[in-house]
């Protein structure tokens, strides 16, 4: 693992760390599992061999100086029996706090169309597994609002948003947790330039204009619907708002600015963030 070491200062009560990863992608299956997917778990292995090494390092570095780790998803790589034992032992050995990625409800990667429907095929199965609500959560650690909220599929929904409202009740600063970066400028020409847009720019509300070349079907993937973009704006505009940790992009971190009051933290399987909140 590789150790960034970054410090955000918003106000806490009184200084903390945390750990934060993103996108491990075990990629595991067994016996217990069907040939389907113990034939996709040999594909994908490949890519994601370090996984448990990784893992491994960094749970031990979190036991070791006693601090939380932030997981914005895609910790497994799609459900299967041994996946979903990896993803439990990893939350109940260590202080989790998890936001769901869009691989944590891949039944057969690629498979489908991902959408509510689909993700609630499996999202109790996968829920059970971690302490916190996947979906949205939240926990204030020395006067610091922690939001964990999924947008693994490019959306938030009216539920995530009006919770999201009533955690700004308490009136603490808030860092967001979330599988997919904000569409940003920056953080768009950033990927411009180590050639990573590819087939699509893969950050939720990304504007009309850049998605033209987009194939049908990650138009459909990845176009931001009303309450998304109404969620986006308010994120942008809520000053208690102060920072935005995520994953999804794999092939490079960043730390780029939202707005000039929300700096947004892009981390990857090996590069991990040890972060000084104060």
Request: charged share 30%.
């Amino acid at each position: 693992m590789n150790l960034i070491h970054n410090k955000i200062k918003i106000g806490a009560e009184k200084p903390f760390h945390f750990l934060h990863m993103s996108d491990t992608h075990f990629a595991l299956a067994d016996d217990r599992d069907d040939k389907r997917k113990n034939d996709l778990a040999k594909a994908r292995s490949g890519w994601y061999s370090d996984a448990e090494k990784v893992s491994s390092e960094i749970e031990a570095f979190a036991k070791e100086n006693h601090l939380t780790i932030a997981h914005t998803g895609d910790y497994i790589d799609f459900v299967s029996e041994a996946n979903l034992d990896r993803l439990k032992k990893f939350t109940e050995e260590n202080d989790v706090f998890m936001a769901a990625g869009n691989h944590e409800f891949s039944l057969y990667v690629g498979e489908a169309f991902e959408d509510a429907d689909y993700r609630n095929l499996s999202l109790e199965k996968v829920q059970s597994c971690v302490p916190n609500n996947i979906r949205f959560d939240s926990r204030k650690i020395n006067g610091v609002n922690l939001i964990a909220i999924d947008n693994g599929y490019y959306l938030f929904d009216r539920e995530q948003m009006e919770a999201l409202k009533r955690e700004a009740e308490y009136g603490l600063p808030m860092i967001l947790f979330m599988h997919t970066p904000l569409y940003d400028e920056e953080l768009y020409q950033i990927m411009g330039e180590h050639g990573c847009l590819g087939v699509a720019a893969y950050m939720v509300a990304t504007p009309e204009e850049l998605m033209k070349g987009y194939s049908k079907e990650r138009y459909r993937q990845q176009k931001a619907d009303e309450i998304t973009l109404e969620t986006v704006e308010y994120i942008k505009n809520q000053p208690l708002i102060k920072a935005i940790f995520c994953g999804h992009l794999h092939d490079f971190v960043s730390e780029t600015k939202l707005t000039d009051g929300i700096s947004q933290y892009v981390s990857n399987f090996e590069n991990v963030r040890l972060v000084e909140v104060e």
